[in-house]
């Protein structure tokens, strides 16, 4: 007899224990409909290690109600890290649990969804009022809920980006085109800005260049920045590919021939430069660069072979001065009509001004460089 009567007491026992973490959770979810987080906290917390419990969807529910309310709560009586993340696994959990349909998976979803909408809503009101980090926060945690809805991520990185917080909203942009496969030539403009004017960092500038052309085929825009940029940081060879390429495709753009012309300079292929600078004008006879470019190519031309006479002995000069100043009076000649050009496209550019007066004077032009002086001197 005493045996079966601790086997029964044993069973008792384990019954008492499956009620009592069972009245817990309905303790939890009385305190939370009072609004005493600390109480509600308390009973659930040990109701999800519990054998008895931690397997059952509305334990989990319970749960993650409860570390919802805690997250928001305005007047943060209770503390713990990251509520919305501990709610959002709470519910996640229960949607396990449950069998899609079941009560709890059902409740647990719509609180899922629940989140992402008031954190949505607060994040626009906040960025409204342009505050802008507490709205980046409300966005990280819709991105939590649903991450893979872009809204939030948009909104977050515009917040970021009006905040001067470029590394978050470099991160958000990056997000929506690289893993969320979000299309918008504004973003990739974003990510191409913040990267090579703001972080300086061309390589990833050019990734994001890349990657845009790949998604917008149609648009130069893309090429024509990648291009700059490879010859901003001397990457001839592939600039000039990429330069040809795109002259194919578009062989009555300016501006394409232009920066040939500019990239050729560099590289010291000066017929090239002249056949493409040439090219350009042909296209845009208003196109100022242009213009100005190949008269400064001209004229520092002329300086080049002006200081191989200055470094002459008097020997040499003699003997060969002349016809060295020669060569240099030729180049003159070939920067003037571009120069002129230059002034009538920008009448009021300094540095046209005093470029065409010098050419002007060591061409004997000595009317036309007295008029321009006037000129000058009357702004």
Same mark, same amino acid.
């Given at each position: 007899?005493? *045996?079966?009567? =601790?086997?029964?007491?044993?069973? #008792?026992?384990?019954?008492?224990?499956?009620? %009592? /973490?069972?009245?817990?959770?309905?303790?939890?979810?009385? &305190?939370?409909?009072? %609004?005493?987080?600390?109480? &509600?906290?308390?009973?659930?917390?040990?109701?999800? !290690?519990?054998?008895?419990?931690?397997? @059952?969807?509305?334990?989990?529910?319970?749960? %993650?109600?409860?570390?919802? $309310?805690?997250?928001?709560?305005?007047?943060?009586?209770?503390?713990?890290?990251?509520?919305? /993340?501990?709610?959002?696994?709470?519910?996640?959990?229960?949607?396990?649990?449950? *069998? @899609? %349909?079941?009560?709890?998976? !059902?409740f647990a979803d719509q609180q899922i969804q629940d989140i992402w909408a008031k954190n949505v809503n607060a994040g626009a009101e906040m960025y409204q009022a342009q505050d802008f980090e507490n709205a980046i926060q409300a966005f990280d945690v819709a991105k939590m809920a649903v991450p893979e809805d872009t809204t939030a991520y948009i909104y977050a990185g515009i917040s970021a980006q009006q905040a001067g917080n470029l590394d978050v909203a470099a991160e958000n942009y990056e997000y929506l085109v690289d893993e969320l496969d979000y299309k918008s030539e504004d973003f990739y403009n974003s990510l191409i800005y913040i990267y090579l004017v703001e972080?300086?960092?061309? +390589?990833?500038?050019?990734?994001?260049?890349?990657? &845009?052309?790949?998604?917008?085929?149609?648009?130069?825009?893309?090429?024509?920045?990648?291009?700059?940029? =490879?010859?901003?940081?001397?990457?001839?060879? +592939?600039? +000039?590919?990429?330069?040809?390429?795109?002259?194919?495709?578009?062989?009555?753009?300016?501006? #394409?021939?232009?920066?040939?012309?500019?990239?050729?300079? /560099?590289?010291?292929?000066?017929?090239?430069?002249? !056949?493409?600078?040439?090219? $350009?004008?042909?296209l845009d006879p208003s196109y100022f660069d242009a213009n100005f470019n190949l008269a400064a190519f001209y004229f520092n031309k002329a300086a080049e072979v002006l200081q191989e006479a200055n470094d002459m002995d008097l020997k040499e000069y003699q003997k060969r001065g002349k016809e060295i100043e020669g060569n240099a009076k030729a180049y003159f000649e070939q920067a003037l009509p571009y120069l002129e050009k230059s002034k009538e496209l920008k009448p009021d550019d300094e540095k046209v001004l005093t470029t065409l007066q010098t050419v002007y004077t060591r061409l004997g032009m000595e009317d036309k460089a007295e008029q321009l002086q006037s000129e000058m001197s009357g702004q």
């Open positions: 007899m005493k *045996k079966y009567t =601790l086997s029964l007491i044993v069973c #008792l026992a384990v019954v008492a224990t499956a009620f %009592g /973490q069972s009245k817990n959770v309905r303790k939890a979810e009385s &305190a939370l409909e009072k %609004g005493d987080l600390a109480e &509600a906290k308390s009973m659930i917390d040990p109701a999800i !290690t519990d054998e008895k419990t931690k397997d @059952e969807g509305k334990t989990w529910f319970i749960y %993650g109600q409860v570390y919802q $309310a805690i997250g928001e709560d305005s007047t943060n009586s209770v503390q713990v890290d990251s509520p919305y /993340q501990t709610a959002l696994d709470a519910y996640r959990k229960a949607k396990d649990l449950e *069998k @899609e %349909g079941a009560v709890y998976y !059902t972080k300086k960092d061309n +390589e990833k500038a050019v990734e994001y260049l890349r990657k &845009a052309q790949e998604a917008y085929p149609e648009n130069s825009d893309f090429l024509k920045r990648e291009i700059n940029v =490879l010859i901003n940081d001397e990457n001839y060879d +592939e600039a +000039e590919q990429k330069l040809t390429k795109a002259i194919e495709a578009e062989d009555d753009n300016s501006i #394409l021939y232009y920066n040939r012309a500019y990239l050729y300079e /560099q590289m010291d292929r000066d017929e090239e430069a002249i !056949t493409n600078y040439k090219k $350009a004008i042909e």
